[in-house]
């Protein structure tokens, strides 16, 4: 490997925290790796990393040298792209939900990937938070509000939210006109992935957002099963109405409270903050934005 190469695989050991997961993603034998990280130790006479049998992180020399690799690889590439009037390319790894997914980001796929045959994607989906960096994840689309900082956000817009329970459940519990007649009810609990904690109910009105929290015979902490028990009749959920086309379609769901709606959830793009914004993640981010500004979400 020559430098440019020998700087590549560096940062990707750092972002990985993973002499394995680094070799595999750049298609290199393990011990080939740990040679070229030994041999650029020794050449520069400082150690770059600290390696234990169950972990990998940066010396203090380490990461002052990981950001100064990230800064000319991605002069590098940019100069590189420039001269060749590249289109972008390489693996694109991103991770969104899964119904947000099929809603919004795959009828618009073809047209997407037509636009940049030189780009391969690769589609992680789940509601559970993504460490970026140690997973070798460009991008993450998400709902809420960040938990991490450390990242960089791009808006993309919000998200309207209902109030739904199965006809058989109102049927058993009534159909509430006010937040003031949830006495009685009863909730399917949602365990917030980012706080451990049940999420409240959530309420608007002439005095602003009212939260409650009513009795939950069940609690789940993955969106599609939580939807699968409202429509069984286990209570109330606030979720997407996005979410809810099909169910209200065929009356699977109804609405209540619309008139004390959420309030709404801002969805974002995220990205590492000590990454360079390559431009096959660039491209993605604007065409996601763009599907997003002109749908009814």
Not at 14 to 22: G, N, P, Q
């Amino acid at each position: 490997m020559d430098r440019l190469d020998s700087m590549r695989l560096l940062v990707r050991v750092i972002d990985r925290r993973s002499f394995a997961a680094a070799a595999a993603d750049l298609g290199v034998p393990r011990s080939t790796a740990t040679e070229v990280i030994r041999r650029l130790e020794t050449r520069l006479g400082a150690r770059l990393l600290d390696r234990t049998t169950r972990h990998v992180a940066p010396t203090p020399d380490g990461e002052a040298y990981y950001r100064r690799c990230l800064a000319i690889l991605a002069e590098v590439e940019e100069a590189e792209g420039a001269l060749r009037g590249a289109e972008p390319a390489g693996l694109l790894r991103i991770d969104a939900h899964g119904t947000l997914t099929r809603s919004f980001l795959l009828p618009h796929l073809p047209a997407f990937l037509a636009r940049y045959p030189q780009i391969a994607l690769q589609i992680g989906q789940g509601d559970r938070l993504v460490d970026l960096v140690r997973e070798g994840v460009d991008c993450v689309i998400r709902a809420g509000e960040p938990g991490d900082t450390s990242m960089i956000r791009r808006p993309l817009g919000t998200i309207r939210e209902a109030t739904v329970a199965s006809p058989a459940y109102l049927a058993r519990h009534g159909v509430p006109a006010t937040p003031d007649d949830l006495a009685g009810h009863e909730m399917v609990g949602f365990v917030s992935s980012r706080t451990g904690a049940v999420m409240p109910l959530e309420f608007t009105d002439a005095n602003g957002v009212r939260e409650i929290t009513l009795a939950s015979r069940v609690t789940v902490n993955e969106a599609e099963t939580l939807v699968g028990l409202a429509r069984l009749g286990f209570g109330l959920i606030q979720a997407p109405r996005y979410r809810f086309a099909d169910d209200f379609a065929r009356s699977a769901l109804v609405e209540v409270l619309a008139d004390h709606p959420p309030t709404p959830t801002p969805l974002a793009a995220y990205w590492p903050q000590n990454r360079q914004l390559a431009a096959r993640v660039r491209v993605f981010v604007d065409w996601v934005a763009r599907i997003f500004a002109a749908a009814e979400v």
